[in-house]
């Protein structure tokens, strides 16, 4: 079965700083990569997601980059702000298929 | 758009006895429910995947007597933890994918039940 693993665990920036998130996942199949961004005791909230027929996306100051051959997608939030401190998970699916998650990055941002 | 819900928000149960847990969709229909557990400072683990209609596959390691999933209709999936022990206490969270008119990779996050066992 699919297997995502993600990097760091733990993350600190100054704010201001770009903050960077990787995952690497197992099946080839796997053709939809969504990023959540979790904070304590709530549900994940999607923040941006990409699909495999896709390289790069970006919203703002997120963007998600894919790598099919390598079987990796990174997370990169510019310019981090206090409310972006959170637990981000990435996750890999295939079509209907339930959300493979990494084990998550805990990001602080710090003032 | 989108929503879902679940109820309770939060229980507390003595070892021993059942509590099920409501998931909705509010304002959509959804074909598949998905059970996640989120133990403390941990990712979320696939617990089952339902289908309206259908017996839930659960993954493996998970004990479907004891986690009893009902998906009765498009708008609503039940997770009964039954004989629930303190090692059970966890934060339980629904999704809502294969959503009727939408894309089907698209899933959407229940708010969670945190459940306590003492």
Redesign the interface.
């Known amino acids: 079965g699919e297997n995502v693993e993600q990097h760091p665990s733990t993350l600190s920036v100054q704010e201001g700083d770009s903050a960077v998130i990787k995952c690497t996942y197992s099946d080839s199949a796997s053709n939809y990569f969504p990023w959540y961004k979790q904070e304590l005791g709530k549900r994940p909230q999607l923040i941006i997601d990409i699909r495999s027929n896709v390289g790069e996306k970006k919203d703002q100051r997120i963007a998600v980059t894919l790598n099919k051959t390598a079987k990796h997608f990174s997370l990169h939030i510019t310019e981090t702000q206090p409310e972006d401190s959170a637990v981000y998970f990435c996750a890999a699916s295939i079509g209907l298929g339930n959300f493979v998650f990494g084990p998550g990055t805990r990001l602080s941002v710090l003032p | 758009g989108a929503v879902v819900s679940q109820h309770p928000s939060w229980v507390i149960c003595k070892s021993g006895t059942s509590v099920k847990i409501e998931c909705r969709s509010l304002d959509f229909q959804a074909t ?1 429910m ?1 059970w996640y557990r989120q133990f403390p400072k ?5 617990m089952a ?1 339902s289908n309206e209609g259908s017996k839930a596959t659960y993954e493996q390691g998970v004990e479907k007597d004891k986690f009893l999933i009902n998906h009765a209709s498009l708008t609503l999936s039940t997770l009964t933890v039954t004989s629930a022990h303190p090692e059970d206490s966890s ?1 339980y ?1 629904c ?1 809502a ?2 959503v009727v008119g939408a894309p ?2 698209e ?1 959407y ?4 039940t ?1 459940l306590t066992v003492t």
């Not at chain 2, 941990?42 to 696939?46: E, G, N, P, W, Y």
């Not at chain 2, 996050?109 to 969670?112: D, E, L, Q, R, V």
């Open positions: 598949t998905f941990q990712s979320l683990m696939l995947t934060f969270i999704s994918g294969g089907t990779y899933q996050f229940g708010p969670g945190r």
